[in-house]
């Protein structure tokens, strides 16, 4: 089955950069999504198909995918950004595959 | 304005089986190209993906559990069913339901998600 790698955690220092990665086998040829979730709350989607901002996304909030890693950029990260992020694919066996999430810190 | 929200137990007993519905409004899935999917969440671990069903009764099912789950659409009634026999105390988890799209596979709307506490 396909399996998605991501960072446990990451922290970013308020109004820096954040990137969180996502590990998958040819990642590069399959659409990504991203969902941040808050404690206490259902996921929100925040990226799909790779570089995609559903509306009411702030533009802070990009992707990319390629080879082996899609990736989450956070750009003037805030407070409110702190949250579990997670990726999502398409894998194999037509079933949806989700990473493990990275909690993103910020500093 | 799509909406969804998931109605069913919120305690089962072990080897009992748990039917969950998905009740939501905003879109129809007798549109072309829509589906509901279900993903569950145990306490304090990561978004695991369940089951999908398209508009055209298309079904899809988690590798792993695909023996233990069922999920049926009443378009007429605006909801999705999702069974799972066999329930077990690691089952406990918030279950979500979740409007998606063919061929994209992403979640753009999400219920509140319900709370199922597996034990006797």
């Known amino acids: 089955s396909y399996e998605l790698t991501q960072p446990l955690s990451v922290s970013v220092a308020l109004g820096q950069t954040a990137r969180i990665t996502c590990g998958g086998s040819?990642?590069?040829?399959?659409?990504v999504h991203w969902y941040q979730q808050k404690p206490g709350q259902a996921p929100v989607l925040v990226i799909y198909r790779d570089t995609n901002r559903p509306s009411g996304i702030p533009e802070r909030f990009s992707g990319s995918n390629s080879g082996n890693t899609a990736t989450l950029t956070i750009s003037r990260a805030q407070a409110g950004d702190e949250a579990d992020y997670y990726c999502?694919?398409?894998?194999?066996?037509?079933?949806?595959?989700f990473g493990g999430g990275t909690k993103l810190t910020v500093l | 304005q799509i909406t969804l929200k998931e109605s069913g137990p919120t305690r089962v007993k072990p080897t009992q089986t748990l039917t969950l519905t998905c009740t939501f409004s905003?879109?129809?899935?007798?549109?072309?190209?829509?589906?509901v999917g279900w993903i569950r969440q145990p306490p304090g671990k990561a978004l695991e993906w369940l089951a999908l069903?398209?508009?055209?009764?298309?079904?899809r099912y988690s590798p792993s559990l695909k023996s233990r789950l069922t999920i049926t659409k009443d378009t007429s009634k605006n909801q999705v069913v999702l069974t799972m026999t066999n329930m077990d105390p690691v089952d406990t988890a918030t279950y979500y339901c979740?409007?998606?799209?063919?061929?994209?596979?992403?979640?753009?709307?999400w219920g509140q998600g319900t709370l199922v506490t597996v034990s006797s």
């Open positions: 040819n990642i590069g040829s399959k659409n």
């Open positions: 905003g879109f129809s899935l007798s549109t072309s190209g829509l589906g």
């Open positions: 069903i398209y508009w055209n009764d298309d079904k």
């Open positions: 999502q694919v398409w894998g194999s066996s037509s079933a949806e595959v």
């Open positions: 979740a409007h998606s799209y063919y061929g994209s596979g992403h979640f753009d709307h």
